[in-house]
């Protein structure tokens, strides 16, 4: 069965800290793999996002993510984190095609001072 | 930046009322999703849309749920009798093309008492 799991629920991290958010998937398919965000009130936008070639790939807003295949893993980073970056963060995979999305749980991301 | 716009922001309704959720999805996009997330929990697909009509839909998708795009601008999801099961956030989606990004809209919260 096609799943994400991220494994932190929530995680509080200081600001100019670095940040690493931690993705695992099962997908039967070659997947394609996405990170988006949510901020309060808003709706999901798309950070980045893995179909293939390169495994480490760069998003928007400085973050960026490694797709390791032996680990089934799609971590999420950034160097230095930014208040603004205080939001929840979603691990998605899918396939080709016309397939849905399958969503993580998501890790809610708090940036203290 | 083009947009999905969803009305309302925020519906409360009783248990066995319908409800009507709005969107308006990105106006050269060619298909349309609706996900939902129950609080706490993964977002979740519901149904996806294209060529006026159903693609692929969950195990959520029951028959108290369908989805129509009346106009070609609007893309709706009803829920006939409303069930406290039914709170949740509600994601409308669209995309141009089938690899195409993916933009979510601000969401609908549901609420029903």
């Known amino acids: 069965a096609q799943s994400v799991t991220q494994p932190d629920i929530h995680i509080t991290v200081s600001e100019g800290a670095s940040l690493e958010l931690r993705c695992n998937y099962s997908y039967g398919a070659t997947p394609y793999l996405f990170w988006y965000v949510q901020s309060p009130g808003q709706g999901l936008q798309l950070l980045l996002k893995y179909f293939s070639g390169d495994t480490l790939v760069q998003g928007i807003k400085g973050f960026e993510a490694e797709f390791k295949r032996s680990q089934s893993s799609f971590n999420l980073r950034k160097p230095s984190v930014h208040w603004s970056d205080a939001a929840e963060y979603f691990c998605?995979?899918?396939?080709?095609?016309?397939?849905?999305?399958?969503f993580g749980k998501g890790t809610r991301l708090s940036v203290i001072a | 930046e083009p947009e999905v716009t969803q009305t309302p922001s925020h519906q409360v309704t009783q248990m066995g009322q319908e409800v009507i959720l709005r969107c308006v999805p990105i106006s050269n996009h060619l298909y349309f999703y609706w996900y939902r997330q129950i609080l706490g929990q993964k977002v979740e697909f519901l149904v996806s849309f294209y060529n006026n009509e159903i693609s692929e839909k969950s195990e959520i998708f029951d028959d108290q749920f369908s989805v129509e795009r009346p106009d070609g601008s609007n893309f709706t999801l009803k829920i006939r009798s409303t069930k406290l099961e039914d709170s949740a956030m509600y994601f409308c989606?669209?995309?141009?093309?089938?690899?195409?990004?993916?933009?979510f809209g601000s969401g609908t919260q549901l609420s029903v008492l």
């Open positions: 998605a995979v899918g396939a080709r095609g016309n397939t849905p999305l399958v």
């Open positions: 989606a669209s995309r141009m093309g089938q690899n195409e990004k993916l933009f």
